[in-house]
Structure formats: structure tokens, C-alpha cells
């Protein structure tokens, strides 16, 4: 094969990859420089000159004349009857430019040209999808599903990239079909050896927070500001924002009439319950607001351990809780406050960790994630309510209402 076929074969791969004249003359200037090496052991005495649009290559090796049985270095170094063969009038001491072909580097040398190409162009190709992605964390992408797996579903964009979104990335209710277009934020890309990985999320606080950019202009235009979005990703979610123009309502314009605007956001978000929570600087007043829709008789409030003690009548407890106790742990994460709920009007009260030789630990913890943590906040619930709010079976439920029954008759 001699240069201008190899050369022509070689520019076939910057219409197919549509990579710029220049990168290209890089890259096959550094794969023919790694198979000089190869033959010679260095390439620094080489000068290799590509033309890849006119399918010209030259490469010149440089070495110095000699005399006779004096060559130490045979790639720097050449004798003197050899140079006088390329040019009869040369010197000792004279520099030697000779034409090396590519024949000369043999059979396999030019096959593992093209195969270090082709994989020199790949790397490119890699480098340049992780540059573009990099740019594009915590934005919101689109890409098709290509292929659902067990802990993935795999997608593929309009560019034929793929894109990961791994199983605890996805919001418990989607359901997608090969096919389907899907919206999540680039939440993370890294190179795992030279390829990239490029994670999507539905489940990030950003993408919700993303989404509130797409869909209320006063957010875009920066007219209303986030300040912070917590979510447990298909069930519930907290957004507090504020504004710096008293005219606006950030609230009302977020949520939009009757909803309007929230709608689309919620249903992207598999109906997820979202709460749109006015940001102020009053702690008391924020923390009450996070608790919504519960009305607070009082609190009381540790700044230093970042706990606060909040008073309820005690058909307000649940409320302030939730169900499954999403309320009550969102409004913590809102504020930065663990919150402790007491009930107004209970003198006496028992808390669930007394009874931990009566009642196994892991069934006190399950209640206590529902914001059950006393012996009167489980007796004052219905038994099918605690089914529904715990992953406890009923008999379990009836066999603790009768331990904490004993306590209290006793």
C-alpha cells in the first residue's frame, strides 16, 4: 500500500466522524510518530508532513553522516558510503535527509496504523462527548430508551450517546416502554477509563428545581429565586422561594390559578404532592410554614443543637406528620431543624423506647419513622391507618395497642 492510498483510506474517517481538518492532521501525525518508535526506538529525529485533504504524506528521517564503522546510534547516525548513495557530495558531519515509506515499516506496522487510528478517533470522539456533557450537569436532557434493564435503563439521544439512568435515579412510579422520550438532569459524568458515563436523574431536587425554571417564566427571568427543594422523590416535595419585588406573590406565581402552573411539574413528577413554601429569614415563622398544613400552638426552639420542640392539639399531630412521616422530615430538611412534635393538653406520656423489652427495636423504629414516638401518639391512631402509615402487619400493631393499653390501665 503506498502513502496517498493509506492517506486517502485514512481522511475517509473525517467525513464519517466529522472531525476538523487540523485534530485530524493531529491525530494521524501522533499514530505515525508511535509506529516510528516502534521500528526505530525514537521519533524525535523524524519530520512527518500530512496533508490529509490532498492524501499527501512525507516522512523524512534526519540523520548525521559518519565515517565509516563509527555508527553508534544506526537511527542518528549513518556512514558515509551509505549517505553518498542518496547524494554523492556529502560530508562528514552533514545532515541527512532521507525519504522513509511506508512499505519500509512493514505489513503489520500499517495494519495496527489503522486499527491505533481507529481507536485514537474514538478517544477523541469520548473526550469530546464528556466535554459536552460536563457543561451540562444539573441541566435537564431528553433521551430516548433504547434498552430497559434490571438496574438501568439505558438511553440513547438524538446523537446516538448513551445515557445511564440507574434504578435508584428513577421516581418508584415510572413506567417506560422502549421508545419513549424521557426528561431527567444531568446529575453526574465521569470518564471511566476513556469512555464516558453520563448519569441522568428524576429523582435530584435539581431536576424539580430545573423544572420550576422551564415552566414559570418569573423563576427563569429570576424574578422569583429557589432557595431550596427537598423531595422524596414520587410522594412528596418542599420548595421554598421568595422574591425581591414586594409586588410579586412567589407562591401564587408558582403555583399559578387553581394549580395551573404547578399541574405539568406534578405530573412529570408521577403526581408527586409538591408544597411551594414562602422563604423568610423569621425562623419561627419558616419552621411553622414548613409544618403546613398543621396549625402550631408553640415551639421552642434550640438553635444550637438545631432542634425545635413544636406544640399541637392533638388532631393537628398527624397533620404536621404526614403519612408515612414525609411532612414532618421534608420541613426538616426545609429548615435544617430536627423537629419534635408534642401534643397540647397530655400530662402524661410514655416514650415508645420504655417499652423495649416488651416491643422489638426494629418495630419501635418503623414507628418512629411514621412520627410515632410516644405510647399516646400510637394509641390515639386507627389500626389501619398504622398499616397503611408502617410496613408492620396488623397482628404486630394489635399485639403493640395492647402493651401500651396495659401501661396506661395499669
Not at 86 to 91: A, L, M, Q, V, Y
Not at 109 to 135: C, G, M, W
Not at 241 to 267: E, F, L, Q, T
Not at 353 to 376: C, N, P, R, V
Request: hydrophobic fraction near 35%; charged fraction near 35%; charge should be negative.
Amino acid at each position: 500500500m503506498d502513502n496517498i492510498t493509506l492517506i486517502e483510506s485514512f481522511a475517509d474517517f473525517k467525513d464519517d466522524k466529522l472531525i476538523d481538518r487540523v485534530t485530524l492532521m493531529a491525530i494521524l501525525e501522533e499514530v505515525f510518530r508511535g509506529a516510528l518508535r516502534r521500528k526505530y526506538g525514537d521519533d524525535e529525529n523524524f519530520d512527518v508532513i500530512i496533508n490529509p485533504d490532498k492524501g499527501d504524506l512525507e516522512i523524512w528521517r534526519n540523520r548525521i553522516v559518519v565515517e565509516d564503522g563509527e555508527v553508534e546510534d544506526e537511527n542518528l547516525e549513518i556512514e558515509i558510503t551509505e549517505a553518498r548513495k542518496i547524494e554523492p557530495d556529502f560530508e562528514v558531519g552533514e545532515d541527512v535527509s532521507e525519504e522513509v515509506k511506508l512499505v519500509d515499516l512493514g505489513r503489520r506496522a500499517i495494519l495496527a496504523l489503522r486499527q491505533n487510528l481507529t481507536s485514537k478517533l474514538h478517544e477523541h470522539d469520548n473526550t469530546n462527548v464528556y466535554k459536552k456533557f460536563k457543561e451540562l450537569e444539573g441541566e435537564i436532557y431528553s433521551a430516548e430508551v433504547h434498552h430497559i434493564r434490571h438496574k438501568a435503563i439505558i438511553l440513547l439521544d438524538d446523537e446516538g450517546n448513551e445515557i445511564i439512568m440507574p434504578k435508584d435515579k428513577q421516581i418508584p412510579s415510572d413506567f417506560f416502554r422502549k421508545g419513549d422520550n424521557i426528561r431527567g438532569v444531568i446529575e453526574s459524568v465521569e470518564l471511566i477509563g476513556t469512555k464516558p458515563s453520563i448519569i441522568l436523574s428524576r429523582t435530584s431536587p435539581s431536576f424539580l428545581e430545573k423544572l420550576f425554571e422551564q415552566e414559570i417564566p418569573e423563576v427563569f427571568d429570576g424574578l422569583i429565586t429557589i432557595k431550596k427543594v427537598v423531595r422524596i422523590p414520587g410522594e412528596k416535595a418542599k420548595v421554598s422561594v421568595d422574591s425581591y419585588d414586594d409586588r410579586i406573590d412567589p407562591v401564587g406565581a408558582c403555583v399559578g390559578m387553581k394549580g395551573s402552573r404547578i399541574h405539568g411539574i406534578v405530573r412529570e413528577l408521577g403526581n408527586e404532592n409538591i408544597d411551594v413554601i414562602n422563604h423568610t429569614n423569621n425562623l419561627q415563622l419558616f419552621i411553622s410554614r414548613a409544618l403546613n398544613p398543621a396549625k402550631l400552638n408553640s415551639m421552642k426552639i434550640d438553635e444550637e443543637n438545631k432542634r425545635v420542640e413544636v406544640i399541637l392539639n392533638p388532631e393537628e399531630v398527624s397533620k404536621a406528620i404526614g403519612r408515612g412521616g414525609h411532612n414532618i422530615r421534608l420541613a426538616g430538611q426545609l429548615t435544617g431543624y430536627e423537629i419534635d412534635v408534642f401534643r397540647e393538653g397530655v400530662e402524661e406520656d410514655v416514650e415508645l423506647t420504655e417499652f423495649s423489652d416488651e416491643i422489638e427495636s426494629w418495630i419501635i423504629e418503623e414507628l418512629a419513622k411514621a412520627g410515632l414516638d410516644t405510647a399516646k401518639s400510637v394509641l390515639e391512631q386507627d389500626v389501619n391507618d398504622l398499616v397503611k402509615r408502617t410496613d408492620l402487619e396488623e397482628e404486630t400493631i394489635n399485639d403493640v395497642l395492647r402493651i401500651l393499653k396495659e401501661e396506661f390501665e395499669d
